[in-house]
């Protein structure tokens, strides 16, 4: 039975879920983009994948470059995220509000990030609206001092510790 589109969005929107800006640079050129669709798949050897919808710039992008970095937010980051989400917003506006650093693949990387998630793509698997991309990593940068930024119910939300009042 096909399931209804609506009640699926529903349903996922329901899926607590980090919120991290993908980047990417390379022949094809910078390009940045607001992701929750990301996520850990094995450690040995250390891969994580990322769901990119194949009508956006990032899509071609990250093909062309055959790299990516997932910056993994904080709570401070909330506006950066909407800036990188905002498909009106052009790359260099949107880069222009953080500081970056860059990676030894080329990718950007974001100075704060919780952390940072240097990869080469090693796969791309196209599933219905979406590419899945496998990154294998080249290198990690961890920062654990700021809570997270997360995405539930359409809304931004920041990880408060249990026993604190809401
Ligand atoms: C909280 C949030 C999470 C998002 N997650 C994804 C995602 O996982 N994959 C995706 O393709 N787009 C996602 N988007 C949408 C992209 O950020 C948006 O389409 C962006 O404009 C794409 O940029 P581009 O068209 O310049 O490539 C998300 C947007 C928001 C606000």
Redesign the pocket.
Known sequence: MAIDQTLFREAMSTLA?S??I?TTDGPGGR????????CSVSDEPATVL????R???????VKQNGVMCLNVLGGHHQDL??L????R?C?ED?FAKAEWDRSITGSPVLSNALIALDCEVSEITEVGT?SVFFGRLTDLAIATEHAPLL?FGRG?HTLKPQGTAA
Do not use: Q
């Open positions: 879920a919120v991290t993908i390009h940045g983009m607001t992701a929750t669709a990301v990322a769901c990119i919808n009508t956006s710039t990032m899509n071609a992008r995220s909407m990188f989400a905002n498909p917003i790359v949107r979406h995405y931004f």
